[in-house]
């Protein structure tokens, strides 16, 4: 069976490179090419690949859903390729290559927009799309939107969400390959976790949402750069409810100096104004800066009833955060 394989393999690669070789029987030009797009319209031609495309990676995930459900009845299956990500990769780069040829055939030689993009400042401006228009930069940008997407929705998840709804059964608990990407790089204080948690850091709250829970607390470890160091590093503080999002990241940090913990609050200082009070500046590994304070002593005082029937006040010292600075955009 398996020499009847390689036979046959030989002789589809043999009449494959037969085809490639042999002088067409109808030549087509570069002019034919765009008379004919200029006919149907350049969107209409766009438009078809990107779908052809699309469905050539619903294809091949289906394919590996079946693969994995016929395993799982102990049915020996062939292999349909190796990961999602790796597949990803390979579409992304066909694409890239047609991309340019379309730029520089369909649009008269003008460069395509970069799909780039920035949301590490102005208050969330990566939003919900995270980009531009869901087309922009072609299937490369639209997969690279996805797995990016896919990485914020696993980061702002609680763990203990359950998935729901379409989005839950086709992506995964896992929230899909970026979610997968997401989980491997957080853990090792990657670039691309780095990134994403930058992006839910400084992005607006109400789009993107905030990371909390158990993930808030190693997205901090990743983004302040302890990940990074090795389990042997010293020196490293804990951290507990913890919060990112918004331009603000809170929560209480336990030390050798405190070891019962000390609240803390981290400002975006491209988006508050500097805090009132005692603070430090401090660096992201992205390269942004925050200020942050730690719970000063405040005097926190209780109402309770005299007996003469007047308003009383118990007094005590408590450690309190200072009021949270303006944000540079309500100025």
Known sequence: MKKFKKILFLALMVAALSCLFCQPAFAISEEDVQAQVDAVGKETVSGNVLIWFMCAIGFLKVSQKI???????????????????AEAMIAAKGIGGFKNFSSHHFGGGRSS???????????????????????????????????????????????????????GLVGGAAGGVGGHIY???V???????NNVIGSVATGNITQMGSITGEKAVEALHSYMGHTAL??????????????????????TEVTPEHPEGIAFGMYHADQYVAPEGQYTTVHAVDGTAWYKQYAVDAVDKTPYMAPDGSIAYNESIVKKLPPTPKR???I
């Open 67 to 85: 693969d994995s459900f016929m395993a799982s009845l102990g049915v020996n299956v062939g292999h349909t390729g190796g990961s999602m990500l």
């Open 113 to 167: 927009s970069s799909t780039h993009v920035n949301a590490s400042g102005g208050g969330g401006r990566g939003g919900a799309g995270f980009g531009a228009g869901f087309a922009s930069g072609g299937l490369a940008g639209v997969i690279k939107r996805n797995v990016t997407n896919n990485a914020i929705k696993t980061a702002t998840t609680p763990s203990d969400a359950k998935p729901s709804g379409l989005g």
């Open 183 to 185: 989980s491997s790089s």
């Open 187 to 193: 853990s090792k204080g990657g670039s691309f976790a």
């Open 230 to 251: 090795g389990a042997g590093a010293e020196n490293i503080p804990t951290y507990q409810n913890v919060e990112i999002g918004g331009g603000r990241i809170t929560g």
């Open 328 to 330: 540079k955009d309500k």
